[in-house]
């Protein structure tokens, strides 16, 4: 049987998570779990646990800071 374990992580000051394998950028906080599909969207014979060492903490990127709000009103985020 599978168990399956969230892990959350929480990046330095300043930092952001970036997946190893694509750069992906995930913000300050993570939770890792089951990996059920590979890179490329293809479903995987076999679920596998996701690590912290498939990630890196990189500097927080300038153009991401502050440039997304969610509005109370309708719980949407706006682009500024």
């Known amino acids: 049987m599978i168990q399956i374990t969230d892990t959350y992580y929480i990046a330095d000051e300043g ?40 990630y890196t903490e990189i500097d927080m990127p300038e153009d991401y800071f502050g440039s997304f709000n969610i509005n109370p009103e309708n719980s949407e985020f706006e682009n500024k």
């Open 15 to 54: 930092k952001w998570f970036s997946r190893v394998a694509d750069s992906m950028l995930f913000g300050a906080e993570i939770y890792l779990g089951m990996i059920f599909r590979d890179i490329n969207g293809s479903v995987l014979s076999e679920p596998i646990q996701d690590a912290i060492t498939n």
